[in-house]
């Protein structure tokens, strides 16, 4: 992916590894058994301009493209998949906001989220649904003699619920999809933090119950029945290249501490790195970071030219990227033996994220349903090229 980027990307990218050595690679483990991000490093992310790192400048933000936004998951994927979880949520509500926001919520909303003054959270999975988004039974009703809806519902797995200061909720109005802003202080609203989790032990994730919330109407995003046809989509589109990316620093943790290791550790007269077995693993891993990073850089592209092949681009990014990443965790603990198994490692730390990276934004299973159809449906084209030939 690097050599892809322009200088301009080049340069930001070397910046994000220098903030990332500076002050999350130190500290991540410590966030980890904590299971708690600070709030000072969240600030400086946010002076940074990282929270609002595609939004306008209008808005307050950056204005940067969508292949420095992968970079720069990149790079904080590389130290922390709980931080780097702050990147993905802050943009699937901002860039959703932005898209289907109307100018108040813009004007309210943007430039707080883009200075870090406010994080945001999707409140989209339920306890009993799952990826099953169409089953969600959080509910919104008209209040009699009033504009404002009640909301009543729980959601739970809310990535960063426990620091947000507003969610983008999901639920259904009168069967209608509908998805509205929530400001953490409305009255009726309980975050229940989740704690010992396998990996993103830091991630903030609570359950969220709503329990007759009055939201007023102005802050209806979209209109009923657009929520999951038109706002979702562009909060997971987001969301899986955020994923994607991060997952890729994961990787090319997993496969600079490989080599470094191997390299230094030594078996009598020889290097680990002598031994066939374990340049296999090197091998492949080498390999499936080279072609994670083209995958990811293809979807950031294609996002940014608004091509028609985006959305298949990023499902694949995101699924081939996180499946990656799982294999290149385990084969970095292999290689590394009982050293890789004790919290000293990081290695020990992206192994227990790794896994996580097939859940969020969709499962494995659900990118491969969804690719499936895709690939599918291309045989009409096929046989269109066929006949033309």
Known sequence: MHHLLTEPQREKYAAFRRFVALHVEP??????????????????????????????????GQGWDIVTFGVLNEAFGRASSSLTGVLTVQAMVSMAVLKWGDAGQKQTWLPRLSRGEAIGAIALTEPGGGSALQAMTTAFTRRPGSDSLTLHGRKRWISCAQIADVYLVFGKLENLPLACLVPRESRGLSVEPI??????????????TFDDVEVPATNIVGKPGFALSHIAPVSLQYGRISTACSALGLMRGCFEESITYAA?????????????????LIARMGTDLKAASMLCHEACRSQDERAPESYANAL?????????????????????????????SPTARYYQAAKIMEIIEGTTQIHEELLARIFVGQTGELGRMSRAE
């Open 316 to 344: 694949m990014a995101k699924y081939f990227t996180s499946v990656a990443a799982v294999r290149a965790a385990s084969d970095a603990v292999q290689i590394r033996g009982a050293s890789g198994c004790h919290e000293s």
């Open 27 to 60: 500290r991540a483990a410590a966030w980890e058994r904590e299971q708690k991000l600070p709030a000072d490093v969240v600030a400086m992310m946010g002076a940074a301009g990282y929270l609002g790192a595609s939004l306008p400048h209008q808005y307050g």
């Open 264 to 280: 230094g550790r030594k078996v009598g007269q020889e290097t680990v790195a002598d031994f066939g077995m374990i340049r296999s």
């Open 195 to 208: 704690s010992e989790l396998m990996g993103f032990r830091a991630a903030g994730l609570a359950e969220l």
